[in-house]
């Protein structure tokens, strides 16, 4: 490749090199690089931009992707931050001599004039922050929030301004006054500083400026369309609106720099195609020429352009040379998920809450309290009956966020709430030991060893058509060395829709035909197994494997037929839902059991299954995630392997979170149809189901629209789905019933209306019903009321946590509640509704960890303190769930360094504190210190101090080393003098670490 590019030469301003493949495209890019000069490289689709993308960066060669944000014109839908940004830092690097890669429609849609784009605004230390910052950023597009997490945020906290732009990325200013003392560069996801910068430059987070003058131009241009008027801020699809005079992306490049373009009557083809699509929706082209896209002749219209062709092009050119052919080598992508804030520890005011010792109630807010010992805030939880619980907040580790269904609030005194969680306990443990037994009699029973057949399964290997990600073929070679172990396996492969797991089921069942076995798999619904079984037999058939499936609307003649052929051992993969448990069903030799979602089987197939387990192999398939903790807990007693990466060239869906609105849907539907493809509708209210349809019917006349919903006739509901799932229906309107088990690759656009009444979790899977293929997916999440701020919050977390994988590392599943525990062989008997899922996973990790005789963390250790302290004021920290999680942190602090680096990240991410709140720090230190030390109480009485210890040789250690005390040996406890001063308890924190250091260095002595 290196050499090849060097060979070449490009002569004359515009010229043509042809070969059939990317491998010439990428020696010209190249050869453009060594030159130090940037290039913008125009490719036909998106798809053929990510690969290139992948290509470029696989030879070293770092390039910008230029998006057209994947809106059509007239679109009123705020795009994805990340994806604004990506455009903006991508113009910004046409303008600035950076490789960007683009395809057509992305070029040729208008976008903001060079001056906007690259100039930004610059701050350097020792400067001054404009007077009119705040305005200047919402006029460039920026959001604003207390916390910045996403590009296009900034938050302003007092002296503090953090900005997070394209290009730059995310700064922080400290500012005394209008002055800038430093500016740091800062992690969005710790919201730590990494290090001080001189100077930093923003760029504005959309192409176009949110003021008056700008959207009185554009309602000026759109007189006579007040509907999208009503929206004009959202109109990204629509740029040149806002600008007097607006370009495309090929104005922008300088004229001493290439434009390459990749097969260029296949752009103009794509480009006319959308043309003729947009006719379709809209009819009338105008606007959408003039202000959405620039004419496809543009594309001709640069100074110095190379065309790269498969065949040599019929245009008047400099030059043309032939180049070598073939394909560039494309690395597999990895997307990982962002690491974002754990959902589970935010509690919210008016929401249930789970105190360890008083149990579920509702958390009413803060309360601030005076007492001697300065200003401490409280937890105000109400308990049955109105009961009133004040909980200090060094005592947030107490607390949890409720996370189940139908919870019931305790009584105040705990007694209910002991006995209910010993009753979970006890059933806990029952079920971790026969899980373990269940384990070690399967070590050491015997089973089939199903040997390699090499040559057969390389061709099998061959036919998947596709590369395996990493997971993949972690997860197949995990199954294959426990298929050739003499134990039966017993395996469970977990992740996300449409990650492979399937892949890895039929990797088993080819080997253990291939070994003479007979293999069985089970779904729990009649529209998963006609999946699985279309896929095995498209697959399995061509290498002479037959395949049969089994389910209850099965005639009776061919029942008869399959029946006899299993018994005789004619059928090799027999696929089948709950029927296939049938008494009257013999199999001649089964060697491999795969069931599907087993925690969705009733309680009588589960023992039916527990018995052909016993001497068969088994792989279970689940898309449910397995929270970590549960995860690592169990390795050693159950078999998991874990797919956490997608398929190559998959996408994640692009979100668009707005208020219904006709157009929008109509649009959305459209676009999606016109482009061959499928759509969820869901409306989650079985009882004006039909209006909806019809209401969706008169919008859409051309569409074909079908319903389901849990209420439907069975035979009706398989028809209906079947009829999606084959292509004949365009349109399924349902109920959140298909938020399982209903994988069809061409819908890739879900609508979901009334979004406020869906909790997080069951957002998150039923957005996993799209995005299944390589084509880019869309998602509009819709509301009709204005939602409120945990509404908007709970929305914008789902945007947040798109990657895909993001189920298994974040664990949301959690929030679903029961699906975990029953995947790895657990019964809840509603257990998590009765205690809550975090106390429930408490209770689990100790009892698994104490059967293993591993150690258990000491939760008992809770000392009462009773020291002067201090608060988080409001007015330092506005945001109240950041500053719970603040007191929450210091709460669980471990040691006296974490709580340092607490103090540090506050200073950090909100400025100097106040001088009061340092009591607060020292406080939270010697808390800290406390356990360590075995002291049980400690509280303040003017200058002295009561420590009462938990034992008697932890007291008389602690006399030997201080001098000043009287003790109470009836208490094991000690009164302290002269360690507080006018209310500051320095000197006693400083007293603990002496002594901890004293007890650390005695023990390393012996």
């Known amino acids: 490749m290196e050499s090849l590019s060097q060979k070449l030469s490009i002569k004359g301003d515009k010229v043509n090199f042809y070969s059939s493949g990317t491998l010439g495209l990428l020696s010209i890019v190249m050869k453009i690089q060594k030159s130090k000069t940037g290039t913008l490289v125009v490719m036909p689709s998106h798809r053929d931009v990510r690969t290139f993308h992948s290509n470029l960066s696989e030879a070293g060669i770092e390039s910008l992707i230029l998006s057209d944000l994947n809106l059509l014109p007239f679109e009123s839908a705020e795009p994805m931050k990340d994806d604004l940004a990506m455009r903006m830092e991508a113009l910004h690097g046409i303008l600035s001599g950076k490789i960007v890669i683009a395809d057509i ?62 290009v730059q990325g995310a700064i922080r200013i400290d500012t005394f006054d209008r002055d800038i003392e430093s500016i740091k560069i800062f992690d969005p996801q710790t919201q730590i ?10 760029f504005p987070a959309a192409e176009f400026r949110h003021d008056e003058e700008s959207f009185e131009m554009a309602k000026e241009r759109l007189k006579g369309h007040p509907e999208l008027i009503e929206n004009l801020q959202n109109l990204y699809g629509m740029v040149g609106l806002f600008w007097k005079n607006s370009q495309c992306a090929l104005d922008l490049l300088p004229r001493d720099e290439y434009l390459v373009i990749y097969e260029v009557e296949e752009c103009k083809k794509y480009f006319e195609d959308y043309e003729k699509e947009l006719k379709d929706i809209y009819g009338d082209l105008r606007l959408v020429k003039s202000f959405a896209y620039s004419d496809i002749e543009r594309i001709d219209g640069n100074k110095k352009i190379v065309y790269v062709s498969l065949n040599p092009l019929k245009i008047p050119l400099d030059n043309a040379t032939e180049l070598k052919a073939g394909m560039a080598p494309y690395s597999v992508e990895r997307i990982t998920s962002q690491n974002a804030y754990d959902y589970i520890q935010e509690i919210e005011i008016n929401e249930p809450i789970v105190h360890e010792d008083h149990g579920i109630g509702i958390y009413r807010g803060t309360e601030i309290i005076e007492d001697a010992d300065g200003m401490h805030e409280y ?52 079920q971790v030991k026969e899980l373990i037994e269940l384990y070690a009699m399967r070590e050491e029973s015997k089973g089939f060893s199903f040997m390699p057949q090499t040559e057969l399964e390389e061709a099998f290997s061959k036919s998947f058509g596709y590369l395996e990600t990493p997971d993949q073929m972690k997860a197949i070679q995990e199954v294959f060395e426990d298929m050739e172990s003499s134990r039966p396996m017993d395996r469970l492969v977990c992740g996300d829709s449409g990650f492979g797991k399937t892949e890895v089921a039929m990797r088993a069942a080819f080997r253990a035909v291939a070994n003479g076995k007979q293999v069985v798999l089970l779904a729990p619904t009649m529209i998963l197994a006609r999946q699985h079984f279309e896929n095995f037999k498209k697959r399995m058939e061509p290498f002479g494997i037959k395949v049969d499936l089994i389910y209850s609307q099965t005639t009776e003649s061919e029942r008869k037929r399959m029946i006899d052929s299993i018994a005789n051992g004619k059928s090799d993969i027999i696929i089948g839902t709950h029927a296939l448990l049938s008494k009257k069903i013999f199999f001649k030799d089964i060697g491999l059991l795969i069931i599907d979602e087993e925690q969705r089987f009733g309680a009588k197939q589960k023992e039916y299954l527990k018995s052909l387990k016993l001497n068969v192999d088994v792989l279970t398939l689940s898309a449910t995630p397995i929270p970590r903790t549960l995860y690592m807990a169990l390795s050693g007693i159950k078999a998991i392997s874990v797919i956490s990466t997608p398929p190559i060239g998959r996408v994640p869906p692009h979100i668009y979170i707005t208020r219904w609105n006709e157009k929008i849907v109509t649009m959305a539907v459209l676009k999606e149809i016109n482009r ?16 909806i349809v019809e209401k969706l019917k008169r919008m859409l006349p051309s569409v074909t629209i079908a319903t389901v919903h849990g209420k439907m006739a ?66 509009y999440l819709m509301y009709t009321k204005e939602p409120g701020e945990a509404v908007m919050r709970r929305l914008k977390a789902i945007e947040e946590f798109n990657e895909f994988g993001s189920s298994l590392n974040l664990s949301l599943k959690d929030l679903e509640i029961r699906g975990s525990g029953e995947v790895l062989g657990l019964k809840q008997h509603g257990h998590i509704d009765a205690i809550g899922l975090q106390m429930y996973k408490e209770i689990l990790e100790d009892t698994i960890k104490k059967m293993r005789g591993e150690k258990v963390e000491n939760r008992n250790c809770d000392p009462d303190i009773a020291l002067p302290s201090s608060i988080l004021p409001q007015d330092y920290i506005e945001d109240t769930i950041e500053r719970m999680k603040i007191y929450r942190r210091l709460a669980s602090a471990k040691n006296v360094e974490e709580v340092e680096r607490i103090k540090y990240e ?101």
């Not at 500083?193 to 923003?202: G, P």
């Not at 580790?397 to 306990?425: C, H, M």
């Not at 061959?676 to 209006?691: A, C, L, P, S, T």
């Open 105 to 166: 429609m992305a070029v040729l849609k208008k976008t903001s004039p060079a001056e906007f784009i690259k100039d930004g605004l610059r701050f350097s230390t020792g400067g001054t922050i404009p007077s009119d910052i705040t305005k200047m950023l919402f006029e460039w597009g920026y959001t604003r929030t207390f916390t910045v997490r996403s590009v296009g945020e900034f938050s302003i906290r007092g002296n503090i301004i953090d900005i997070f732009s394209p």
């Open 193 to 202: 500083s990494l290090k001080s910068i001189e100077f930093a430059t923003i």
């Open 379 to 430: 937890l105000k939880i109400e308990y049955k009956n109105g009961a009133i619980l004040y909980t200090p907040i060094e005592k947030f580790t107490k607390i949890s966020k409720y996370v189940g269904s139908n919870f019931v609030l305790s009584d105040i005194n705990g007694k209910e709430w002991k006995s209910l969680k010993e009753k979970a306990r006890k059933d806990i443990e029952d």
């Open 676 to 691: 061959g493809g499928q759509v969820f509708y869901i409306h989650n209210r079985i009882e004006d189901m039909e209006k």
């Open 714 to 779: 069975k035979r009706e509901f398989e028809e209906n789905v079947n009829g999606f799932y084959t292509g004949r229906i365009d349109m399924l309107v349902s109920t959140s019933v298909v938020e399982n088990g209903v994988d069809v690759p061409n819908a890739n656009t879900l609508i979901v209306d009334d979004v406020e009444r869906y909790g997080m979790a069951q957002l998150y899977q039923i957005k996993g019903r799209v995005g299944r293929s390589s084509k880019k997916s869309y998602i």
């Open 906 to 1006: 506050v200073i950090d991410r909100f400025g100097k504190i106040p001088d009061h709140v340092e009591t607060l720090f020292v406080h939270s230190k010697i808390k800290a210190l406390l356990c360590d030390l075995k002291i049980a109480k400690i509280n303040s009485n003017g200058e002295s101090v009561e420590i009462i210890f938990s034992d008697k040789d932890s007291l008389m250690n602690f006399s030997k080393f201080t001098k000043t005390y009287s003790l109470n040996l009836k208490k094991n406890g000690m009164i302290l003098t002269g360690v507080i001063k006018n209310g500051k308890i320095e000197k006693l924190l400083n007293l603990l670490i002496e002594y901890k250091k004293h007890l650390e260095q005695k023990e390393g002595v012996a």
